[in-house]
């Protein structure tokens, strides 16, 4: 009985630091609950509109729990004196139970910290630069698989779901950058890479997973737990196998005599090149692989769901659709092929691109960062280590920027001119030294796939009274639910 008190008072002092002494180190914010925090507070499909909700309440910087503390900053201003203006004490990155479990430790491009982060990012911006990333030179690439889409979407008489043919079109340019190769159309490789990464990304967002940040012995108890680990562990084994066929594959066939191929070429000579040096250790075969799996998973994953969501939206806005078309026609017509330096001439394509980016939040909780120093924000102490969320999806749904932001409405990006206005409040790339570095070859993806798209076809409802809804898959990285339209080409 004794023993049971004592273990009770000692649970009951945990609590109470965890939940209550804890919370006057870090900014006020919504009263989390004991071992869940505030996740059951955020709707798991659209968790983004409870921080747009906290931040009304709070203020544009407050504390979450989910479950472990992180402090939001939810303004364009304060993240731009924050993450912008003090970029290098918001560019850490934090120990987590998943990464550690999927990854065996901070690995990538993404979550690695310090002088390996930096070596590796230095590294994959000047190669992917060398391959044609941000240069007129990958155009042709990118359209050569534009025309493969259309091609493909012109032969289907029936109603289809466009991603399958979407997906195919920005696969191969990823797959061109980091191995070299295309695929056929209704490979049944890249439905299946496809399918792991969308499994992945909604399982690590499930309850159980969460939890294990702040409990890690739960992994124990599965089963009989429902935790999910498992299952996360079996679909990420899938792709770390997927990944490591194609490096062995590279291996093999490497000539260090020639220039490389693609980016594996480059990495492994690079491994090789440092073998004896100093920082060897930051450049090797796993650390290869986990940067590759980067670049596919927020490369691929991001563009294939921000096209869904731009056809879903002509669908459920015929008149967006129809104004495309007569500025496609009006400037560019039917036959001419498109480049880069037609998005001065194009500025309504280029607004509704803005608008899809903004509306659908792809990645509605941005990824976390610690402070690499103590730092002072908006009067409150956040000491060296403290998790940070600069949640952009809050500033795209910020109704004083951008009213009734819940409207899908391109016009809102174009000036009394009609001149296209680029917002610095439309983050989809993130902000700051962890920004995107493949935001410029997503920017090419994107505009000229979806301007081929609209110059060559038209999308209609299956059911011409009832357009498919406007609902997502849960996950940290989303897409549209599964939608059927009909595709008429425009000849």
């Not at 002092?13 to 919370?23: C, N, P």
């Not at 102490?381 to 391109?410: A, Y």
């Not at 060559?456 to 639910?481: H, M, N, Y």
Request: hydrophobic share 40%; aromatic share 12%; charged share 25%.
């Amino acid at each position: 009985m004794i023993v049971l008190l004592a273990i009770s008072v000692l649970f009951a002092a945990y609590l109470y630091y965890e939940f209550v002494g804890k919370r006057k180190k870090y900014p006020p914010g919504p009263p989390p609950l004991p071992l869940l925090g505030n996740l059951l507070q955020m709707d798991q499909t659209y968790p983004e509109k409870a921080f747009v909700e906290w931040g009304k309440k709070y203020g544009p910087i407050f504390t979450v729990w989910i479950p472990t503390p992180i402090v939001i900053i939810n303004e364009y201003e304060l993240m731009k004196e924050t993450v912008i203006k003090q970029g290098d004490i918001f560019a850490g990155r934090p120990e987590m139970f998943i990464i550690d479990a999927l990854l065996k430790g901070n690995y990538g491009l993404l979550f690695t910290r310090g002088q390996m982060w930096r070596e590796n990012r230095r590294f994959a911006l000047h190669v992917l630069r060398d391959f044609g990333v941000g240069r007129n030179q990958l155009h042709s690439q990118i359209m050569e698989q534009a025309t493969e889409l259309i091609s493909n979407l012109h032969q289907q008489k029936a109603p289809i779901n466009v991603r399958d043919y979407i997906l195919f079109a920005v696969a191969n340019v990823i797959n061109t950058v980091t191995f070299g190769k295309v695929w056929k159309f209704g490979d049944p490789e890249i439905f299946k890479l496809k399918d792991r990464l969308e499994r992945l990304s909604k399982e690590s967002m499930g309850l159980g997973m969460l939890l294990l940040e702040s409990f890690p012995f739960l992994r124990h108890l599965e089963p009989p737990l429902n935790i999910g680990l498992k299952r996360v562990m079996a679909v990420n084994n899938e792709i770390i196998d997927f990944l490591f066929e194609q490096i062995n594959q590279h291996k093999e066939a490497l000539d260090e005599s020639q220039p490389p191929k693609d980016f594996t070429d480059a990495y492994l000579m690079e491994i090789r090149k440092r073998a004896n040096g100093p920082d060897a250790e930051y450049f090797t075969e796993w650390q290869m692989m986990a940067s590759v799996y980067d670049i596919w998973g927020a490369g691929f994953e991001t563009t294939v769901a921000t096209l869904q969501f731009a056809i879903i939206y002509l669908l459920n806005y015929p008149e967006v659709q129809r104004k495309l078309h007569e500025e496609m026609d009006g400037v560019i017509g039917r036959e001419q092929e498109l480049t880069m330096d037609d998005q001065k001439r194009l500025p309504y394509l280029c607004a509704t691109i803005q608008e899809v980016q903004r509306a659908s939040n792809v990645a509605p909780i941005n990824f976390v960062r610690t402070t690499t120093e103590d730092i002072v924000v908006a009067g409150y102490l956040l000491r060296k280590g403290t998790n940070v969320i600069p949640q952009m999806p809050s500033v795209h749904l910020d109704d004083k920027l951008f009213p009734d932001p819940e409207r899908f409405d391109p016009k809102r990006h174009l000036d009394k001119q009609r001149n296209f206005v680029k917002s610095d409040y439309v983050m989809p790339f993130s902000l700051g030294k962890r920004a995107c570095m493949g935001e410029s070859l997503a920017r090419m993806e994107l505009f000229l796939f979806l301007g081929t798209m609209v110059q060559k076809c038209e999308f209609q409802s299956v059911d011409k009274d009832a357009p498919p809804k406007i609902a997502v898959t849960p996950g940290f990285l989303r897409s549209p639910l599964p939608f059927e339209c009909i595709v008429v080409p425009r000849y």
